[in-house]
C-alpha cells in the first residue's frame, strides 16, 4: 500500500500512480473522445495536447493534503484514465475517474476506483467521499456501487464542460 509521500498503488492489473508531462500525448488522445469528455465536468471537447499539458501542470500544483490524481496505468499500455480526489464546493473530499473508451467494460474503472478509496482511507486518513453521476451513465453508477458508494437521494444538475450545459447527476457518498 501507498503513503501519502509514494502514491504508487499496484492493483492485479493496474498501476495508480502520479501523472506526469509525459503523459500528456496519451492523455489528449483518450481525453479527445467525445463520448468520455461528456460523462465529465470539467474535461472540454475537443481536448487537445495543450489541454493535457495544461491539466498536468495544474496536477503538479496541488496540495497534496487536500487534492491528489492518479493516472491509471496498465502494462504494456500506458495511460488509460484517471482518479482523482478533489474538494467540492462544501469543502468535502469528492472523487471523479474516468477511461479511455478501449477500456470500458472490464471492470478496470471498478479496479481503480477501489484501490484508489483504499488508499484514501488508510494513506489519506479520509472517512467520507463524495461522488456523482450524470443520470445519463449507469455504468459509473454501478461502478461507484461495487466499491461502496450508496446513493443519497439527491439528484443536482452539475455542469458538464463538454456537454456546455448541467446535467442532471446522482450524488453518492462512501463511508469508510
Not at 37 to 54: F, N, Q, V, W
Not at 84 to 92: D, K, S
Not at 115 to 136: I, K, N, P, Q, T
Request: one cysteine or more; hydrophobic letters at 40%.
Amino acid at each position: 500500500m501507498s503513503t501519502l509521500d509514494d502514491p504508487v498503488i499496484s492493483t492485479a492489473r493496474l498501476r495508480l500512480r502520479a501523472p506526469g508531462p509525459d503523459d500528456a500525448p496519451r492523455l489528449a488522445q483518450l481525453a479527445n473522445d467525445p463520448g468520455v469528455a461528456r460523462m465529465t465536468t470539467r474535461m472540454p471537447h475537443p481536448y487537445g495536447l495543450s489541454d493535457a499539458e495544461d491539466f498536468l501542470g495544474r496536477c503538479g500544483r496541488k496540495d497534496a493534503a487536500r487534492e491528489r490524481v492518479f493516472a491509471l496505468e496498465r502494462e504494456g499500455e500506458g495511460l488509460i484514465g484517471m482518479v482523482g480526489f478533489h474538494p467540492n464546493e462544501a469543502g468535502r473530499t469528492e472523487m471523479g475517474y474516468w477511461l479511455g473508451r478501449p477500456y470500458w467494460g472490464q471492470g478496470l474503472a471498478t479496479e481503480a476506483a477501489d484501490a484508489a478509496l483504499v488508499w484514501a482511507s488508510e494513506g489519506w486518513r479520509r472517512r467520507y467521499v463524495m461522488a456523482g453521476h450524470f443520470v445519463d451513465n449507469p455504468a459509473s453508477g454501478n461502478v461507484l456501487c461495487k466499491t461502496g458508494f450508496l446513493y443519497t437521494g439527491d439528484v443536482v444538475p452539475l455542469h458538464s464542460l463538454a456537454r456546455g450545459e448541467p446535467a442532471p447527476t446522482r450524488m453518492m457518498v462512501w463511508l469508510a
